[in-house]
């Protein structure tokens, strides 16, 4: 039977239009030699009238059709040169092994990176910004690092710590431009449960029987710091295992919902300062509900200067961000200081009102001047930290890496996983010297230093100098600072965080397996606790994808007439199946979990079951039951395992099979290996595996093996 050619006349299968072959380099002549090289044969007809819609140019291309073997020989295929085991080790070492200035110098600056910008620095365009950004976040450091250390159940001034020491070390070695790194609400959270669980509590007794039978007591500081610590050990040995790219396994519904959560668990450690309550701390699962309890009891006995305060702080604070700040966006991008400029007020009116004593109001205390003396963090706590400062790790570096990509695409440069993982691990040991606990970036911080014209590393140098007279000078100024308004400047900052459940409801829309994902998440983490809420999060996700790749759509192709374009025939009317051919079309990759909802599909929907076809052959060739199969598996996916005997079954049947053909249509080599690797191709040659569904439709029906040219 010879072949009908195929001309396509839909735009969308025009090969190339006027306007494309306006653009084409080459001209007809060169473009025909090219093409008659190859074994193709290119017309070409220009429609110069233009009605109903046609293109004003169409092409047809003349070819023969194309197994993989043929293709492979025709077109001079290489595979390359695929090195064995020592092979690879002996070129890794080697390479590794060479040297020369020039790598010399790349590996330095590639692990200080402040010796390649500081050089290129250009103090004309970017100083100003710089300058600006610097003493803004600055600013912005000392009220949120004095309320977030409350979250960590640590001294306030060790939250200004945490902006100066870890983040000096981090300008040298970081290589993102905008985020401004430091406490930030939910690690310092995380910080806080391992401290509440370690730490001896204020005013206890240690005679050698203290609570818990232990010998030893340890401050909330000393507890902190070795947290820090075991987090920079956590971050060293992940560059170390080149694992910066992490992050990816923590979807952005999981972090949307598991930030969202922990959100609830700031708040609700804040609610005891905004009302001057006295109350116990609780950890462990649904520590959250204990709280609760414990609060509503106390509240009738809240401390009216504190709820006063707090309400007044609050209210400041919201006028500024909801009506104020919005409006004079318009005229500048510097913000107004008002967190700086409420913690004064408070200051100032707690000073010269004596609210401590009047009112019993807690204040911030003591706080030294100059710089701490550098102190060992107790190492013998390590192997009681060690999970849950892997668990701190995976969340401040997700947060910081996905910030830092986020920041850096928008201004066009690159950040480095594993040096960020470097530069984090080097900024959390050494402030675990200091009196710091871990840091991360922080997203208000960072959108605000980069919207006021922060450019380079440098904003972070000039905050950290300013810091530093902060530490130097005027630390005292803020001793009697209440509470409750570093509590009402975390609660209002929160905002932004509460506000992610909006991306519940953008993708509820979408899919419901992601929103499942964010749900899942958060509810852990509110109702039981914030790492449970991690490790449910994550479990949750993974049968999310595997549920997802355990059975992926699949579909019977027909094809458009006088086309070369095959769709599914249940979605598209102007297809149709071709005669004595099923097309099965997989869209998804193939693996172990769904190789046997494949292999029903499969049969199911084609109805060439091959021990149904054996049992039953007169039967089905009463009925002139289709011969053929082709498998269509998605292109961009491939087959693992044990999967790829699955086609072998439709091939490895009794002689009395023999005029049944189960064909491929897989033009990706990597799926080409795994079946080759396997074994497959013994049984499904390498001629019935085609360069496309086309060519194996083309073969399949027609006869006369003299034509075999497939028109296009």
Known sequence: MPLQPITPLDPLDVASSSMGMQEDTLDDETQQAFLSESGTTMMSSKNDGGGGGSPSGEMCVVRPTLNVAQRNQHYHFDPGHSPGLREAIQTKVAKSCSFSCGCLTSAITARLPILSWLPAYNFREHLLGDIIAGVTIAIMHIP??????????????????????????????????????????????????????????????????????????????????????????????????????????LSEMLVSGFTT?????????????????????????????????????????????????????????????????????????????????????????????????????????????????????????????????????????????????????????????????????????????????????????????EAVGGVTQMTTVISCALLLLVLLFVGPVFETLPNCVLSSVIVVALKGMFLQVNDLRRVWAISRADAMIWLASFLSVVIIDIDFGLLIGVVVSLFVLLYRGQKPSTAILGSVPNTDIYLDINKYSAAAEVPSVSIFHFNGPLHFANSEYFRTQMFSMTGLDPSAIVSKKKALEKEQAKSDLIIDPAKENGVRGSTEKIPEEFEDKPNDM???????????????DSLEKCGTLKTITAEKVFHTIHDAVTVLTVLDNDSNCTKL
């Open 144 to 249: 949120q690092g004095m309320g977030f250390a409350l979250l960590s159940n640590i001294p306030p001034v060790n939250g200004i710590y945490m902006g100066f020491f870890p983040v000096l070390i981090y300008a040298l070695l970081g290589t993102s431009r905008h985020c401004s790194m430091g406490s930030f609400a939910v690690v310092c959270l995380m910080t806080g449960k391992v401290v509440t669980d370690l730490a001896t509590p204020e005013g206890a007794v240690v005679d050698g029987d203290i609570a818990g039978n232990s010998t030893t007591s340890y401050t909330a500081v000393q507890v902190a710091t070795i947290v820090s610590f075991m987090v920079g050990v956590w971050e060293l040995i992940m560059g170390l295992l080149q694992l910066g790219s992490l992050s990816v396994f």
């Open 261 to 449: 959560g922990a959100a609830f668990h700031v708040l609700t450690s804040q609610v005891k300062y905004l009302f001057g309550l006295h109350v116990p701390g609780h950890s462990g699962p649904f520590k959250i509900i204990y709280t609760y309890r414990d609060i509503i009891k106390q509240l009738l006995h809240s401390n009216i200067a504190a709820v006063i305060g707090s309400a007044i702080t609050i209210l400041i604070l919201t006028v500024n961000n909801e009506v104020i700040k919005p409006r004079l966006r318009k005229k500048t991008n510097i913000p107004i200081p008002i967190e700086l400029i409420v913690v004064i007020l408070g200051t100032a009116a707690s000073y010269f009102g004596n609210l401590n004593e009047k009112f019993d109001l807690l204040v911030v205390g003591e706080i030294p001047t100059g710089l701490p003396q550098p102190e060992i963090p107790p190492f013998e706590l390590i192997p009681k930290v060690v999970v849950d400062a892997f668990v701190i790790t995976i969340v401040a570096y997700t947060v910081s890496y996905s910030m830092a990509k986020i920041f850096a695409k928008k201004h066009n440069y690159e950040v480095d996983a594993a040096q960020e993982l470097y530069s984090q691990s080097a900024s959390n040991v050494f402030g675990a010297f200091f009196g710091c606990g871990p840091i991360a970036a922080s997203l208000a911080r960072s959108l605000i230093q």
């Open 658 to 672: 023999n005029d049944k053909h189960a064909v491929l249509s897989l033009p990706v080599k990597s799926v080409l």
